[in-house]
């Protein structure tokens, strides 16, 4: 494996006990964020059966109810299970941009690793915090995307599925094996 040549950055690379370029395997970031995943999960899972149970009185398009749901309720069209989706897609995009957004163009740390002063071993194996964060948002995201998409119908299709399982796994990779990510901040954020 490729050793980094951090050479001094304005600030830490990383707040973990192994650092870029001192042969150290890092520690599994799965594991190391597995109680933010636990949050997340649970998180999302909240926000979307609050909604779906709450029921809300808002229409959808009718083309996604079927005729039955049509002349039960006099031609209005309610699936709080599309709502509730909406909602949690929403805050998981906002706080994967905010995250993204913050990191790539704000913090010292991108800064230094987009500079010249960075070896390409550094943006690929040096471990952030930041990525782990983002990763940890993808990874329930894609979970739980995966999971709720069997319970409707407009989703439950083997490309949503496949898409979903696949981007899952890519930041559990991320996570677990601590790499790209300097590149994760930007294509799971920016």
């Keep these: 494996m490729c050793k980094g040549t951090l050479k001094a950055a304005p600030t830490s690379i ?19 964020r597995r ?18 149970y709450s029921n809300p009185d808002i229409d959808v398009n009718p083309e996604f109810c079927s005729q039955e749901i049509l002349d039960a309720t006099n031609g209005a069209c309610r699936r709080p299970d599309l709502i509730a989706y909406k909602v949690v897609a929403l805050s998981a995009m906002i706080t994967m941009g905010l995250i ?13 690793l987009g500079s010249r002063d960075a070896s390409p071993e550094d943006r690929l194996f040096g471990a952030l915090d930041a990525s782990d964060y983002l990763n940890v948002v993808i990874f329930c995201y894609q979970l739980w995307d995966f999971v709720i998409s069997f319970t409707i119908p407009e989703h439950f299709d083997a490309i949503f599925l496949v898409h979903h399982f696949l981007a899952m796994l890519t930041a559990l990779f991320s996570l677990e094996y601590q790499m790209v990510s300097y590149y994760s901040i930007f294509y799971g954020g920016c």
């Design 14 to 32: 990383s707040s973990s006990s192994s650092s870029v370029g001192d042969g150290k395997i890092p520690p599994s970031g799965f594991e190391k």
């Design 35 to 52: 109680s933010l995943i636990e949050i997340g999960l649970l998180l999302f899972s909240a926000i979307y059966g609050g909604i779906y």
């Design 100 to 112: 993204g957004v913050y990191n790539w163009h704000f913090t010292s740390k991108m800064k230094f």
